[in-house]
Each structure stands twice: as structure tokens, then as C-alpha cells.
């Protein structure tokens, strides 16, 4: 059995919003660096699956913030596999600060697709030949939730140019965030509660498309849904601030 592998990081000017402190965005997309350094430190990254024409792929994601770290905050992520099958395995995060306070977590699934057909294939073979990277230490929050059904009472539109794509061709997480955020309000999105974000990819979107993308917004949560065809949800999400 492996040990849980810790990553360093700041808080640097172009990871924070007029606030000064951490976009959900910015810390989000630490999380995912960090998945990729791991499993390419540990010898199934995706250079050694693109050798085989396959990749990983993000399938569900699950993030909890705390509170949002100022700028220039140095803090730490430890990762860990708790997990494999044969379609999805699961990879955590813990966020903690120099003073050793943990102020985030998050909970992630991956597939492996054969990057020819774009279709899912047999990941149990990194279980067996890896499986002193499996950590039996459970993950740190709950995993992430399906969202079933979305009515969104807006909408709107975005055209997938190059800066939204990511090595697998199709459109990155962290733009799929984003393009969710910039549908809120300001002072939702900058106030200082907990937050947790769910968000489920059910189709890929690549380069040219039109997405639509609808808003469900609630109380202290709304609910996403992004479509490249205008009827068949990719991406489904929630994210949901909560009262302390």
C-alpha cells in the first residue's frame, strides 16, 4: 500500500479575483495539476497511456472550500488513490495551510478512454500493476453527487475556441467552472461561506461547438447544465454556499 504524496503551492496574483483571495476556479485547477503530477510521478500519467492511444479523463468531481486562501498564501495538497474498478477509479485531496489547518478537500473519479473512439476501456490493469498507489485511507468528504435534472430560468451561449481545450482535445474543467461562475452574481460569488461544488460530465464538447449554457438558481445553490446540441446535457453541476 502507498502513502498519501504532498504537493506545494501558492496563492499567486493570477489565482485570485478582485477579493484577493483564491478563485474556486484557480484552486480547482491545482487540485487537477495535481492529479496529473501524481500519476505521472507514479508511472500512469498520460504520456505513458497517449503510447497506447489512451488517456484519463475526469468523470465526476466533488470540491469543498472552506475559505478562500488570500493572495500569496502558501498551502499544500495531499492526494491519494482509495480506489479502483473497472471503469472509474477515485483520487482525493486534502487543502491545508502553512499552520497545518485544512481548508478544503475534494473527491475525484477518472476514466480511461481510447482516445480513437473516445470511448471508456478496462482500467483494472492499473489496479493490479499499481496497486502499492492505492491508499486505504477513505476519502475526505462525501463523493460526488449526480445532478438528476436541472430547469434552468436562464441561459446562455459559448463558442469553444482554442483557449477553452485541454490535452485531451475537449474542453477543459476549469472553463466549464468558469463559464458556470460568470452566470452569477457578484456578491454570491465573493462572499465568504463554505462552498461545495459538484459536477458530472455526461458527454465531451470539442472545439467549435456552441454550448448552451443553462442556470437553475436558488437560495444558497444553483444548478448547471451545458449542452453542445441544445438538448442532450454534457455537463451537469451544482454548487451550493453554505450557512456556518
Same mark, same amino acid.
Given at each position: 500500500?502507498?502513502?498519501?504524496?504532498?504537493?506545494?503551492?501558492?496563492?499567486?496574483?493570477?489565482?485570485?479575483?478582485?477579493?484577493?483571495?483564491?478563485?474556486?476556479?484557480? @484552486?480547482?485547477?491545482?487540485?487537477?495539476?495535481?492529479?496529473?503530477?501524481?500519476?505521472?510521478?507514479?508511472?500512469?500519467? $498520460?504520456?505513458? @497511456? &497517449?503510447?497506447? &492511444?489512451?488517456?484519463?479523463?475526469?468523470?465526476?468531481?466533488?470540491?469543498?472550500?472552506?475559505? +478562500?486562501?488570500?493572495?500569496?498564501?502558501?498551502?499544500?495538497?495531499?492526494?491519494?488513490?482509495?480506489?479502483?474498478?473497472?471503469?472509474?477509479?477515485?483520487? &482525493?485531496?486534502?487543502?491545508?495551510?502553512?499552520?497545518?489547518?485544512?481548508?478544503?478537500?475534494?473527491?475525484?473519479?477518472?476514466?480511461?478512454?481510447?482516445?480513437?473512439?473516445?470511448?471508456?476501456?478496462?482500467?483494472?490493469? $492499473?489496479?493490479? =500493476?499499481?496497486?502499492?498507489?492505492?491508499?486505504?485511507?477513505?476519502?475526505?468528504?462525501?463523493?460526488?453527487?449526480?445532478?438528476?435534472?436541472?430547469?434552468?430560468?436562464?441561459?446562455?451561449?459559448?463558442?469553444?475556441?482554442?483557449?477553452?481545450?485541454?490535452?485531451? +482535445?475537449?474542453?477543459?474543467?476549469?472553463?466549464?467552472?468558469?463559464?458556470? @461562475?460568470?452566470?452569477?452574481?457578484?456578491? @454570491?460569488?465573493?462572499?465568504?461561506?463554505?462552498?461545495?461544488?459538484?459536477?458530472?460530465?455526461?458527454?465531451?464538447?470539442?472545439?467549435?461547438?456552441?454550448?448552451?449554457?443553462?442556470?437553475?438558481?436558488?437560495?444558497?445553490?444553483?444548478?448547471? =447544465?451545458?449542452?453542445?446540441?441544445?438538448?442532450?446535457?454534457?455537463?451537469?453541476?451544482?454548487? =451550493?454556499? +453554505?450557512?456556518?
Amino acid at each position: 500500500m502507498g502513502e498519501q504524496s504532498l504537493y506545494n503551492y501558492r496563492v499567486e496574483p493570477q489565482d485570485v479575483d478582485f477579493t484577493l483571495r483564491a478563485t474556486l476556479a484557480s @484552486l480547482g485547477a491545482s487540485i487537477l495539476n495535481t492529479a496529473g503530477q501524481d500519476a505521472y510521478g507514479k508511472g500512469f500519467g $498520460v504520456d505513458v @497511456l &497517449n503510447a497506447e &492511444n489512451h488517456s484519463w479523463v475526469l468523470s465526476r468531481m466533488a470540491i469543498e472550500i472552506d475559505r +478562500r486562501p488570500e493572495q500569496y498564501t502558501d498551502y499544500v495538497i495531499a492526494t491519494w488513490i482509495s480506489d479502483y474498478g473497472r471503469v472509474l477509479s477515485t483520487r &482525493n485531496f486534502t487543502l491545508t495551510d502553512a499552520s497545518g489547518r485544512e481548508f478544503g478537500r475534494a473527491v475525484t473519479q477518472w476514466a480511461m478512454i481510447d482516445l480513437t473512439t473516445r470511448t471508456a476501456v478496462d482500467l483494472s490493469w $492499473v489496479g493490479r =500493476e499499481h496497486d502499492d498507489a492505492v491508499v486505504p485511507v477513505p476519502p475526505p468528504a462525501e463523493k460526488p453527487r449526480k445532478i438528476r435534472a436541472v430547469t434552468p430560468s436562464r441561459c446562455t451561449e459559448h463558442r469553444v475556441v482554442y483557449s477553452d481545450i485541454d490535452f485531451n +482535445r475537449h474542453v477543459n474543467t476549469m472553463r466549464y467552472i468558469e463559464m458556470m @461562475l460568470d452566470m452569477l452574481p457578484l456578491d @454570491l460569488l465573493t462572499q465568504e461561506a463554505p462552498v461545495r461544488l459538484d459536477i458530472h460530465f455526461l458527454k465531451e464538447c470539442r472545439f467549435g461547438q456552441t454550448l448552451t449554457v443553462g442556470c437553475e438558481e436558488r437560495e444558497q445553490s444553483a444548478l448547471f =447544465e451545458i449542452s453542445g446540441d441544445g438538448t442532450t446535457a454534457a455537463v451537469r453541476a451544482q454548487i =451550493e454556499w +453554505r450557512r456556518e
